[in-house]
């Protein structure tokens, strides 16, 4: 037989791969024409991204349409090569600092340049509600949280770090928001500029909404903030009088400046292109006390020069006196402003009592914190779809990557984690809602209605232990996660891929995300939190985890004790563990194992709520994953074996990881 003759490939010749596609990660049933809707039987049959679309179901009453097609609607805007080059923009061109004018003076004007892409970014975020949503309170019938961390799931890859300042912003409208019918006190004026903060923070429209940072770290530590050393005191009616003659009395939108004087140095501000902030300051009162302060405030506004030409020009506004010292050189979330700043002489308003800042800013750490757990699912799943993209098109060995055993089997079980994690964010998402908003109007109507208590107080007990222990554990494994993600690409996996709107970065997405166990407390100052709850005798009745959580748990195992009899036992197994880990230690025993503990709250809460979405929602898939999953948290490992051969396995591997069968795979592309 003749040999066909050797053809060289060049670098226009030869393989090329096909382009992976991306499938919105979630697909509505009622966006769907009439004729497409009747083939499938639940939008998780629809969706490339299983388990968001169950945690809808699981959390939502029937038929919330505006939810699930506002949904549908941010999954395609996400994908979408308009909004994508946004998002490549911000990615590629960072933040720049210029910290001197022409004529070589302090920029108190624009020191700080961003992108465009990322301002755009900004303002997608402010149109799609990303915060907005959990304060529209019209709505009571469904829980508003649960909508907005979907949308921010299938928003945040693509907003490219927008969502930090957003999670703070968020968290500065549940602070303010608390203090809104708080009287003037000695502070006239402080109502007004608050309501009027506050209403920015929530709004929708880019052309009034404001983003809110947080500026806790300092020099001193971001962990333990009484080092601060950052000082705020009030202002003398003669000082007041000067600046009022110097033209300083309003800030850049005419609400009145702050009472309060305040001097320091932050040194992470991540917001820093924010029109506000929240701090924390020592006063000569002791302790640390929250300040609100707008970044910018109008100059000369009662200046004695004022000519006719003048008013017909926007107002002048300058940094509230703050000068940006420095922008971070970070290993990721290249496109975040983040940065050193000092701050001379600017103006603040007291938040709450004098004294009391650390409690305050909780209210922001709360959500801050829930953000990060959720943010970092999000990332994950973004990683995970373009790992199944991939998997697709790929070929080894002469055979898709898609029917490697090899390969099904290992992202099948990263696909198990991911599914447990997101669980356990959502629980902690439906929780926070379930604590702004009424039980009977909101949950009662739900599958979710036996695993969410009715009773406020218990919610609140569960979720103040639980956030810490899921901003820990999920941010760790989410990093975990995607690191497996990128090497499900191979070499392509490690490159910073720009192209084709820049969705196969999965080393954009590892490299932001590889903050989140740092910021808003690192895991063994999460481990320390969780201490801190466990020792705390006005929780729970003096005993948060027998007089709370426990009873809590096993109410929800019994739901299901006869459906997962086997991994009922195993929960209950950690169960007992962790009770004798933490009963009768001291505080230091405690501490000493922090990260323990962490591992049991998580296994145990994570398996207790996959097992309950597997029962209350059944489909195979589900309760495959609700079964892997328990077991893998076996603390005797080698009692658990899979009841199937190998061969069986990959066939529901493959479900795992895909999401369907091949049976079904055909009718998932026409989507
Ligand atoms: C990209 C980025 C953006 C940021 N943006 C902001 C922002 O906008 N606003 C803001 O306020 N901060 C911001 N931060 C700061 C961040 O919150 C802090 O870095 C973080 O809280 C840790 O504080 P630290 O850096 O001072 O480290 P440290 O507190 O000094 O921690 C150092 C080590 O000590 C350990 N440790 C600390 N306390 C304990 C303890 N009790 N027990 C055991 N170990 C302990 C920590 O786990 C860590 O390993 C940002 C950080 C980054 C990286």
Known sequence: MAQQPLVASSSTTGFFQALPVLQPQYTSLDSLPDANRKLYKSSADTSDDKVLARILDLYLPPNTTEVTQHAHHIARRSLDPSILVHATDAENNHPVLRPLTTFGEENRNDPLWTTSGWQKLKEIGYEEGIVAVAYEKSHTMFNRRIRQFVNN??????????????????????????????????????????????????????????????????????????????????????????????????????????????????????????????????????????????????????????????????????????????????????????????????????????????????????????????????????????????????????????????????????????????????????????????????????????????????????????????????????????????????????????????????????????VNPIWEGTVSVMAEDVVRVLIDKRLGNGNILSNVFVPWVRNVLARYSTAFDFEVKIINQRLEVLLNLVQGADKQQLLYNGRDILNHLEAIVSSAVVMYDAWINPEPIAHMVAVRWVRSKALNLQAVQSPHDWKTTVQMDKAIFLGHSDADASGQSKL
């Not at 973004?382 to 992202?411: C, E, F």
Request: glycine letters at 10%; charged letters at 25%; proline letters at 4%.
């Open 153 to 514: 799931h299938l928003w945040s890859p693509t907003g490219t770090m927008t969502g930090c300042p957003q999670s703070m912003t968020d968290g500065a409208a549940t602070l303010l928001g608390k203090h809104l019918t708080d009287a003037d006190g000695d502070q006239p004026g402080r109502r007004k500029v608050f309501t009027e903060a506050y209403r920015r923070l929530t709004s929708r429209d880019p052309k009034i909404a404001w983003t809110s940072g947080q500026w806790m770290t300092e020099r001193t530590g971001g962990s333990d903030v009484s080092g601060t050393e950052t000082v705020a005191r009030r202002l003398t009616p003669e000082e007041l009088e000067r600046e009022a003659r110097e033209g300083r009395i309003v800030d850049s939108v005419g609400s009145q400046l702050g009472p309060w004087k305040i001097d320091g140095f932050k040194w992470f501000s991540s917001a820093t292109d924010s029109e506000m902030s929240v701090l924390l300051a020592q006063t000569h009162k002791g302790g640390l006390s929250a300040f609100y302060m707008p970044m910018r405030r109008r100059v000369g506004s009662r200046a004695p020069s004022v000519t006719v030409i003048d008013e017909l020009l926007p107002p002048r506004s300058e940094l509230n006196g703050i000068r940006i010292q420095r922008l971070k050189n970070k290993l990721g979330t290249k496109s975040l402003p983040t940065a050193e700043l000092e701050i001379k002489e600017a103006r603040g308003w007291l938040i709450g009592t004098e004294g009391q800042g650390v409690k305050e800013i909780s209210a922001i750490l709360n959500i801050t914190r829930l953000f990060t757990a959720a943010g970092s699912i999000a990332n994950w799943s973004r990683g995970l779809a373009i790992s199944r993209a991939y998997s697709k098109v790929r070929k080894v060995r002469g055979g898709l990557l898609q029917d490697n055993p090899a390969h099904l089997t290992w992202m099948a079980e990263e696909t198990v984690k991911y599914w447990a994690s997101a669980h356990f964010a959502f629980l902690g998402v439906a929780m926070q809602g379930a604590l702004e908003q009424d039980w009977d109007q909101m949950t009662a109507n739900t599958k979710a209605a036996t695993l969410i208590p009715k009773d406020r107080m218990a919610v609140a007990a569960l979720l103040r232990l639980l956030l810490p222990v899921m901003k820990a554990q999920i941010s760790v494994a989410s990093v975990q996660g995607l690191r497996q993600c990128m090497e499900c690409l191979g070499g392509v996996g490690y490159c910073e891929n720009n192209e084709d709107g820049g969705l196969l970065n999965i080393a954009k997405i590892y490299r932001d995300n590889l």
